[in-house]
């Protein structure tokens, strides 16, 4: 599917540029892949994200869009067939949205605190808040689209994209922050979304594996508490 | 414009909630408000927006839209005309929402320190981080839209309309954070962009007088440092 040149800047563990290569591969677009050594940012990067000289980047024919979710409507914009992210209903896209944004206020955010956490007290607050996020999406994929594997229905949706890439840190998460993932028992239709996710080909194209990633963990978590 | 019954939950002095005000009255579009009292929050609030019961809520048709800048995407997708506020092309649809954002990261994020800092360390930081910020919305503004008052070019759009609240905060955080809004001679294009906001008259409609918001802004403090 060429609508030129398309080149992605990322860091192989990121759950941001996951979402990335997750969007483009569900629509089968091809790009270019730079992995970027994050102690030691290309010019390329600090040029294109002279703001935040983070990853993901995309860079489409020269111009750079940066931040993940933007990036991916980005994609969904250009490349809108096959496989529309963003729903045509303003409410059904607005709820999509809700549910990618919560993935980085909860999830990420309890993840990060407790892949960093320096006492018990703030690794078991991180855990309580990281398994209520997991509840809420629980919650949700049962109010939203009861009976079918995604938020998007049959299909992954932005939602979806937004939110599969926390999958393969869960590994870390335990190993790491000793965060016990709730059993399908309570999480019911959490558990049966992972499954669907990780069946979809797409997905499983560039999802590194949870060994490595929890290996990343603990080197981030020695990395924080070094400097804590 | 009637499509169906629009409510606003929201608080006077929010900057998230002027950006529903501000979207709204933009396009024309009539709606009830509902001032909410943050310290006892009502039952319609509570469930329309179980997950963070913060506002601005939306209320549309019964339906609930939570997050400022998720509201103010489906306004513009519920009515797009008169006066659209995502661009069309997907590059520059990206750059707007790429400064929506910044104006929650790097512009709300320093003057809430500000407001809320206990040291003159914390003061300074703050300080020097949202002199920065606006360095750098200076900058965006002469680089996308060159010789135009709004990052819309001749008329607001979702960037501007995501920002423009800031403007009336900044006599508070001058009052009770120090901050000294940089001139016209070192921010030309972000003071020509205040004036241009300031002179729509949708704009004025929704803005509370700075002073007030300054004595607020004061409230905000004594509280903060009140719990430090």
Request: include cysteine.
């Amino acid at each position: 599917m060429s609508k030129g040149s398309v080149k992605v800047l990322s860091f192989w563990s990121s759950m941001f540029g996951l979402r990335v290569h997750y969007a483009l591969d569900l629509k089968g677009v091809s790009y270019e892949y730079q992995e970027e050594n994050l102690f030691n940012k290309s010019k390329e990067l600090l040029e294109a994200n002279p703001i935040y000289a983070k990853i993901p980047v995309l860079i489409h024919n020269g111009k750079p869009i940066c931040e993940s979710l933007i990036i991916v409507d980005y994609i969904d914009s250009v490349w809108p067939n096959p496989h529309k992210l963003l729903p045509e209903d303003p409410y059904k896209k607005a709820v999509a949205r809700f549910w990618a944004d919560f993935g980085d206020k909860k999830v990420f955010d309890a993840g990060s605190r407790l892949i960093r956490a320096t006492t018990e007290e703030e690794r078991k607050k991180a855990s309580e808040d990281l398994k209520w996020a997991l509840m809420k999406l629980d919650e949700a994929l049962d109010t939203i689209a009861p009976g079918k594997p995604f938020f998007g229905g049959d299909s992954m949706n932005f939602a979806d994209v937004a939110l599969a890439p926390f999958i393969c840190w869960f590994k870390g998460y335990q190993k790491v922050g000793g965060f016990v993932l709730p059993g399908s028992e309570e999480l019911p239709n959490l558990h049966k979304w992972v499954n669907a996710v990780k069946s979809v080909e797409a997905i499983r194209k560039s999802t590194p594996s949870p060994d490595k990633v929890a290996e990343f963990a603990e080197v981030i978590r020695k990395r924080a508490i070094g400097s804590a």
